[in-house]
């Protein structure tokens, strides 16, 4: 009888802090896709640099107001521009970027698939 | 034929290679943000360093008058350096010098202001820095002049000669 008071009072403060993890969890998913400008190569999670910091602390304020990632992302990319995402979106800055692997694959591709014709061939 | 070229690609190609290596260590890899200009300031809640009244950033920024935003505090340096320029700038009749006290002690603070002067028309408080970040600056000391609610001029670090100067001219 104890064991079974124990496990629903386990579940129930397991389902009392759930949902309070899950906004902490994407607070610090938010965070660690930022780059901290001061000590750069650090990510926001990551330093404890003054601005890092604050910028944990507006994260936090603006998923209370109901922002979520995308729109605490905008809203900082537009403040500092893209070098604060580790992951930036798909833009006319950064299209080559996104695109270079796809070409070298496609590239890549092609040079075996000639090379596989042409023993083809010889056979 | 074939085995000449494959050398001379090679070479090539890493050439290419070293080059833009070489080239790129001569970068500084820092990156500050771009500053971009005529852009609508924040608004925000704060408080009044003396009284800590609430105030909202529309009573501060208001119509066409220029104003120059200093983000300043006692622990920054830099901020002792550039504080004699804000002193002369605030002998200047149509510019309104706004402080804005980031993370800081109020007694070192009020103590700055005694031993080098206040030149602020009004200082609010930013004490989780976060207005800071509203702004778009991401260190002290940071200045914005502003007019008509846009922000015509943004500079990361401390004033200086030429920074003074060019300020006296946008504001002329």
New interface residues.
């Given amino acids: 009888m104890n064991v079974l008071k124990f496990l629903v009072s386990i579940i129930f403060l397991i389902y009392c802090f759930s949902s309070d993890l899950k906004a902490k969890n994407l607070e610090i998913e938010i965070t660690k896709n930022l780059r901290c ?2 000590c ?1 190569g650090q990510s926001v999670y990551d330093s404890d640099s ?2 890092a ?3 944990k ?2 994260v936090e ?1 603006k998923l209370n107001e109901g922002l979520d990632e995308n729109q605490i992302y905008v809203y900082l990319k537009d ?3 893209d ?1 604060i995402l580790y992951d930036p979106g798909f833009s006319k800055n950064t299209y080559f970027l996104w695109l270079l692997p796809i070409l070298m694959f496609i590239f890549g591709g092609a040079i075996i698939l000639r090379k596989v014709i042409l023993k083809k061939k010889k056979l | 034929m074939k085995t000449k070229i494959f050398p001379i690609f090679l070479i090539f190609t890493f050439s290419i290679i070293f080059f833009v290596f070489y080239k790129g260590l001569q970068n500084t890899n820092v990156y500050t943000p771009a500053i971009k200009s005529e852009i609508e300031i924040p608004n925000f809640d704060t408080e009044e360093f003396f009284s800590k009244d609430k105030i909202n950033s529309d009573q501060i920024f208001i119509g066409s008058d220029y104003y120059l935003l200093n983000i300043w505090a006692s622990w920054c340096i830099p901020c002792k350096e550039e504080h004699k320029y804000l002193v002369d700038l605030s002998k200047k009749e149509n510019i309104k010098i706004i402080g804005q006290n980031y993370k800081d002690n109020f007694d070192n603070a009020k103590n700055f202001l005694i031993n080098l002067d206040n030149p602020y028309d009004l200082i609010f408080l930013d004490n989780d820095g976060t207005i800071a970040i509203e702004w778009g600056a991401y260190g002290v000391p940071e200045t914005f002049l502003i007019q008509n609610n846009k922000i015509i001029k943004k500079i990361i670090g401390p004033l200086n000669e030429k920074l003074l100067f060019e300020i006296k001219e946008l504001t002329q």
């Fill in positions: 400008l001061i750069q003054e601005f910091n604050s910028l602390i507006l304020k403040k500092y521009g070098w």
